[in-house]
């Protein structure tokens, strides 16, 4: 198995431009979350989706950013417009079942920097 | 709502040393628990992970870590540390059986570690 796959794996872009950041998960996998990654917050879930379905949005931080999965093998976190404060890794892991002691395997990350 | 704390941000240890790494959570019922290891530039790898029963679990890499109730801590422990261990560690807390099946999990800060020739 490819593991958890995202692209891109690096983003440079400036304030105010449109990011879309994209997310494969294991295939079988039924759970997917997407977290944030910055120095003063560490790792922060900004969202989760069970079956396609979103379970629990609240860490999303501002309108600013939506996400969606059309379908069990595609995710996206999109950022419109982005702002400096936005850049991070961003991490998408899967899961399988829906508890929550299932392990969550993560992918590469996206480094996103935003100018 | 759960919350974890890693006291240390960064431990420098030598090569064949021992290693502890200490996570303490808050959570309102039992918790699961977690310690993810992050290479440079990778994304996170599972060690091992507390649910129920014994309290003192086995992990991949020769890591163990032990589960004190009183104590609100799940400390990470290696008896030999080798130079490939040097990485960021993460531990985190997963809402438990009653947690009415929120599946996030809440991440400590990580602790660096570095390890000395």
């Known amino acids: 198995d490819a593991g958890v796959i995202q692209s891109p794996r690096h983003e440079v872009t400036e304030m105010g431009q449109e990011v879309t950041l994209r997310c494969k998960p294991i295939?079988?996998?039924?759970?997917l979350f997407w977290y944030r990654q910055t120095m003063m917050r560490g790792l922060e879930l900004l969202i989760y989706f069970n079956n396609n379905v979103p379970i629990d949005d609240s860490g999303m931080p501002e309108d600013r950013f939506s996400a969606k999965m059309p379908n069990a093998s595609f995710s996206t976190l999109k950022i419109q417009p982005s702002e400096p404060r936005d850049s991070a890794v961003y991490f998408c892991?899967?899961?399988?079942?829906?508890?929550?002691?299932?392990?969550?395997?993560f992918g590469p990350g996206t480094r996103l920097t935003v100018l | 709502a759960q919350s974890v704390t890693q006291p240390d941000i960064h431990i420098t240890v030598s090569e064949g040393a021992s290693l502890e790494l200490r996570c303490n959570y808050s959570y309102g019922a039992t918790p699961y628990l977690f310690w993810y290891v992050q290479s440079p530039g990778q994304g996170l790898q599972l060690l091992l992970k507390y649910f129920s029963g014994d309290t003192l679990v086995q992990g991949i890499k020769g890591f163990e870590a032990e589960f004190k109730r009183s104590q609100s801590s799940f400390n990470l422990r290696k008896p030999s540390v080798h130079w490939s261990d040097a990485a960021e560690y993460f531990c985190?807390?997963?809402?438990?059986?009653?947690?009415?099946?929120?599946?996030?999990?809440?991440f400590g800060k990580g602790t660096h570690l570095i390890i000395q020739p």
């Open positions: 295939s079988g996998h039924n759970s």
């Open positions: 892991a899967s899961s399988l079942g829906g508890s929550g002691m299932n392990e969550q395997f």
């Open positions: 985190a807390v997963g809402a438990g059986p009653s947690g009415g099946g929120a599946d996030g999990l809440t």
